[in-house]
């Protein structure tokens, strides 16, 4: 199943890295920092068509579209972000990327990333490790004090602005140093890879860290909501994952903050 999931995530990243005139196709959702494009919803179409003959019983969960299907009641789940960094890809900064999970009952058991513009392709198995262009890779053991923090923000929620100020004023002065890249899943991506030490964000949908979350766990991370209890598959909620050491002294670091 694994590889048939690698082969459909790579032909959909060619999608995306074939963009054309993508300023013409964008619209706003909820606000102009909330936007979608022709592509994702042209990618989320091509996924659930190749996805589902996969698993033909399977659930889909998307970004992009009104489905919301009692996906509870499923066996089996994919959960796919079609673009996951649509701004940074509308602006033309390569940070974006393919996005697909799949679940059984409620548990991650795959995920792939591939970011189509640097050709880095993440996957894991539950149980079975982590992957990125098919070599196996494992997360740092660094303490935070020689780790990179990633943090996520959408301007969207208006309601998070002074909860996500307050969380990275805590850890800015404890860390190497600090980067925003724009993708919850790619980041997840780059904790599973070393690249970084921890990540937080304070409110994400399940299609933004599904993928991702396997990734990082079957590369040695933890991965909670902020307040380091299991991460929810079928709702927003936020996120806190690093490596062991970084994200102990991360979670105790917010909590003594409330």
């Given at each position: ?128 490790g982590a ?43 404890l860390v ?83």
């Amino acid at each position: 199943m694994l590889e048939r999931l690698i082969a459909v995530t790579r032909e959909a990243g060619g999608i995306i890295r074939s963009a054309r005139d993508v300023d013409s196709s964008v619209r706003e959702k909820s606000s102009p920092r909330d936007l979608v494009t022709n592509y994702d919803l042209l990618v989320q179409d091509f996924l659930r068509r190749e996805l589902l003959k996969l698993l033909p019983e399977a659930g889909f969960l998307g970004e992009e579209g009104d489905e919301r299907e009692n996906l509870s009641r499923k066996e089996w789940v994919f959960i796919v972000d079609p673009i996951d960094g649509t701004t940074n890809f509308i602006q033309g900064y390569h940070n974006s990327c393919v996005s697909v999970g799949l679940a059984k009952q409620g548990q991650m058991e795959y995920g792939v990333v591939f970011n189509p513009y640097d050709g880095e392709l993440y996957a894991a198995q539950r149980g079975k490790g982590a992957w990125l262009n098919g070599k196996p890779i494992a997360c740092t053991d660094r303490p935070l004090d020689h780790s990179l923090l990633i943090f996520g923000s959408a301007l969207y929620y208006r309601d998070l602005v002074g909860e996500t100020l307050r969380l990275f004023n805590a850890a800015f002065p404890l860390v190497q140093d600090i980067r925003r890249f724009g993708s919850a899943a790619l980041d997840l991506c780059y904790l599973a890879a070393g690249k970084a030490g921890a990540f937080f964000e304070c409110r994400l949908c399940p299609w933004d860290y599904a993928a991702g979350s396997l990734i990082a766990r079957e590369a040695g991370c933890t991965v909670t909501q902020l307040d380091g209890s299991p991460i929810d598959l079928f709702n927003k909620c936020g996120i806190l994952a690093g490596s062991p050491g970084a994200w102990r002294e991360l979670l105790a670091l917010f909590q003594k903050g409330e």
